[in-house]
């Protein structure tokens, strides 16, 4: 095990880890899942498996920029030139007209111009004088308007490399250049496991001392932004049960995602679950609030693949942080990408207590004079998650130092 021993407390107790090193911890122990080639119409937010490279010039061909005249001209033409109409020709038809210096040909954009052609004029400078004459009726230099073959893209030309996430703007631009698959890493195979014998299932468990579920909705909801499917399991908190249900998961997720059961009470049972099963434990309880007890572990299964475990606490606040920075980092591991979360800088607007660990608060951040202005919200609690209407980011909080208003601290838009 890598976790030091840990002594009884709260925020100062030994053997904590910090946020960042448990991070880092987890990057360093997640191996990248296997690929598959998928058409691109279904490679939405995926993450790139190899280097994508144009196989074609793009444009393909040099084309006109307007609706207007390909015109043929030596010089720069000055307003009142008049050009002899020749032909048409629309989008998506082929050329087979040579211009001479003085004749024109009525263009339409993304149309391929012919040969001959030294510029393009707009339809909104162009006089028709009749069906085979016009009239330029401003200055125009030569190589307006014209779209030259490769200007975008040239063929061998890398498109996308590997890591690249797709989203919508990249599927359009691959899709433009004629890819039509991709090779990209798989999504992991996710079991969540809420335990607790405490959901209540109608309004009328309630006075039995139960209480409605958050965090099965609240992950399902947050993986459905990630365009991937869960499984969601429930478990009592009887030890038998939750090593009957893991024993079970191991050999058929890739990771096991649970809630509660991994603190030291009486019957929180991940933990020693998990390591009874062969789990290798990464780290155990980091100096964070909320989510202090968090548990990462990894079993190595016969195939050789690992199952990873992410035990996160079972107050909701806490799922939703966990949800937020480690298993996303987790996620994108799982996809070859070995990054932390990307924060930004935002200044505070009032003053904030100290705290024995680094905190995560959901605050409400507006741009102000050229700055990020974050302002805290009530309601902080690990139990609570009604600010969450009002939250649009995470905000890391140092430990053991009162914070001043125009402090600059690191934020995370959620």
Not at 18 to 39: C, K, M, N, R, Y
Not at 46 to 55: E, G, K, P
Not at 352 to 372: I, N, W
Request: aromatic share 6%; proline share 4%.
């Amino acid at each position: 095990m890598t976790q030091q021993e840990v002594s009884h407390g709260c925020g100062g107790e030994k053997g904590l880890i910090s946020i960042d090193q448990a991070l880092a911890l987890i990057l360093t122990h997640t191996h990248g899942l296997d690929t598959e080639v998928l058409p691109l119409s279904q490679a939405l937010n995926r993450y790139l498996a190899d280097d994508v490279f144009s196989t074609i010039d793009l444009p393909l061909f040099s084309q006109s920029a307007v609706d207007g005249y390909a015109l043929a001209s030596q010089e720069p033409i000055e307003a009142g030139a008049q050009f002899e109409v020749v032909g048409e020709v629309r989008a998506g038809q082929t050329v087979d007209v040579k211009l001479l210096q003085g004749q024109a040909l009525r263009i339409f954009t993304g149309s391929q111009i012919p040969i001959g052609t030294t510029t393009v004029a707009r339809q909104e400078i162009v006089e028709v004088l009749s069906t085979q004459e016009i009239r330029i009726n401003e200055k125009l230099k030569l190589h307006a308007d014209i779209r030259d073959a490769g200007e975008e893209l040239t063929q061998g030309q890398l498109l996308a490399p590997a890591g690249q996430k797709l989203n919508t703007g990249g599927i359009a631009a691959l899709s433009m250049a004629g890819v039509k698959q991709l090779k990209v890493f798989k999504y992991p195979k996710i079991a969540v496991v809420i335990t607790g014998d405490e959901v209540a299932e109608a309004v009328e468990c309630l006075n039995s001392g139960k209480i409605f579920d958050a965090n099965g909705p609240l992950i399902q909801a947050w993986f459905q932004t990630q365009n991937q499917c869960i499984d969601l399991i429930h478990v009592n908190d009887q030890q038998q049960q939750v090593l009957n249900l893991f024993d079970d998961l191991k050999d058929q997720y890739d990771v096991i995602l649970s809630t509660g059961g991994v603190s030291v009470g009486d019957y929180d049972f991940v933990r020693p679950v998990a390591l009874k099963l062969g789990f290798e434990q990464i780290f155990w309880k980091v100096k964070q609030k909320p989510g202090k007890p968090m548990l990462f572990a990894k079993y190595q299964r016969k195939d050789q693949k690992q199952c990873y475990l992410l035990g996160l606490p079972g107050n909701p606040a806490a799922v939703y942080i966990g949800m937020q920075i480690y298993v996303s980092t987790l996620l994108n591991a799982l996809q070859g990408q070995k990054i932390q979360p990307q924060w930004l800088n935002g200044i505070i607007s009032h003053t904030l207590k100290p705290d024995t660990r680094e905190r995560f608060l959901r605050m409400s951040a507006v741009f102000e004079q050229g700055h990020l202005s974050l302002k805290s919200l009530a309601k902080q609690q690990s139990h609570m998650l009604s600010n969450l209407f009002n939250a649009n980011c995470i905000v890391r909080v140092p430990a053991e130092q009162d914070i001043h208003k125009g402090q600059i601290l690191s934020v995370l838009f959620i």
